[in-house]
């Protein structure tokens, strides 16, 4: 398997890659592109999770684009670029692997690496880290490309994909927001190069998405444009919870509040808000009463120097934030007995799994969400880049599981009545047990799913049995 960086897609990847090793008996070694910036969290998340399975990891230096990429260009732009400038190393570590490897997969941004599994004759997979309904768009953006004149987002009218519901132009992916810049070009260049694989392994479960896993499947444009391959739906992919004999000073508080009666409040492994939002949100956690958790990072467009951990004047120990400009004045004081802040990470999956949180106001990360919809805890979905306005409108018009503020966080502060509105109906409202009930029907149909003869099993079982008779085939001629 080759991941590209950025947790979003390795924690996935080594995921999978530990339940193919230990349900199905098979051997996985990941290929790892880290860049300079790799985080000691994905380290320590490498090593965690090959430690007590099977598999092996090759950790491969990021090629230096600096000379090549302009630095602001965006990220997917940045990521793509990388991913193909260090192909000939991931070439070298493929080919001095001893047994070879029957079957290559990769992430969506691994296309470049296709190439290498033609050179030695083996079946090549993609694994969607998202979900169908992102990987229906993706696979379709190339038709809207010639369908559509201008810029997306001037489209008076929503944007159709098949199977799909219907999307609002400003919620399609970021890199097709403007399509003058060289992002979007690239984009498309890895949409068609998902369609060149052999197979498509989707992060999500029958129940989740039945009619977009239907189109991808039946539906004549999509299917042509994924040149009939098979769609395999084996998720939910995401870390489980496993209770720790040490706890976390989060934990540890989490265990003092009453039951339901915390907001879990975080955007994913890299989001930030800006100055004015951060205070506004902080003012609107205060004016609910409600108990939270706070992931706090420093606000977009200021440096993450460190001085970030250092106490300042509105401190509380080891708990406090930092600088006490990120909040409105005496935040940290005031909100001391119903608040918890934690400064850059926090145990995600071990605060979600804890029965005091009550809601998750999250980016909408995949990988958040599905980790929300696995522990029973509903949303408030405030998304911000990426797929993850898709995602947000998923979360709350098709499976009510979540509310979202009026306006757009990218395009507009979400006003602290608001945030208030609705951190109070999660936790205490009508609405909060109507979305609660229904985000745990979906944690029993995903526990369902990933059971023994579960869909997502059966799933797996099945695109192994497709690579193996694809081996064989390779070998035979
Ligand atoms: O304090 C934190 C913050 C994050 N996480 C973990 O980090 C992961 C974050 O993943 P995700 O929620 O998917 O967010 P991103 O890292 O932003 O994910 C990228 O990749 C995802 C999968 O492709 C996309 O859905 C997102 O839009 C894209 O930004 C999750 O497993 C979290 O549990 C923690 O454990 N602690």
Known sequence: MVSSPGIGHLSPALFLGQRLVTGHNVRVTILIVNTTNTSETQSQLISTYTADTNISVIEIPAADISSIVAPDAKVVTRLCVMMRETIPTIRTAISSMDPRPDVLMGDIFANESWAIAEELKI??????????????????SPVLDKKVVGQYVD??????IPGCKPVRPEELTDPML????????????????????????????????????????NNEILRSLINDKPVYSVGPINKKYEPVSSKNE?????????????IYVSFGSGGTIP????????????????RFVWVVRPPSGQSSDGAFLKPGPDSRGPNDSGPPDYFPEGFLTRTQ???????????????????????????????????????????????LYAEQFMNATMLVEDLKVAVRPEVMPTKKVVEREEIERMVRSLVEGEEGKTMTNNVRRLKASAEEAMSMNGSSYISTCRFIQDCWSRVNLAKKQ
């Open 275 to 290: 100055a004015e939002q951060m205070k506004e949100l902080a003012w609107g956690l205060e004016m609910s009463q409600q």
């Open 337 to 383: 007995k119903v608040g918890f802040v934690v400064p850059s990470w926090a145990p995600q999956v071990e605060i979600l799994s804890h029965t005091s949180v009550a809601g998750f106001l999250t980016h909408c990360g995949w990988n958040s969400t599905l980790e929300s919809i696995t522990s029973g805890v509903p949303m408030i979905a405030w998304p």
């Open 178 to 217: 403007d399509r003058d810049d060289e992002a979007y070009r690239v984009y498309l260049d890895q949409a068609v190069g998902m369609t060149l694989t052999d197979g498509i392994l989707i992060n999500t479960w029958e129940h989740l998405e039945p009619q977009t896993l239907d189109a991808l499947r």
């Open 250 to 262: 989060v934990i540890e508080w989490l265990d003092k509040q009453p039951e339901r009666s915390v």
């Open 155 to 160: 489209l008076s009218e929503l944007v159709e």
């Open 123 to 140: 079946p090549k997979y993609v694994f969607v880290t998202g979900n169908a309904w992102f990987t229906g768009l993706f696979a379709y």
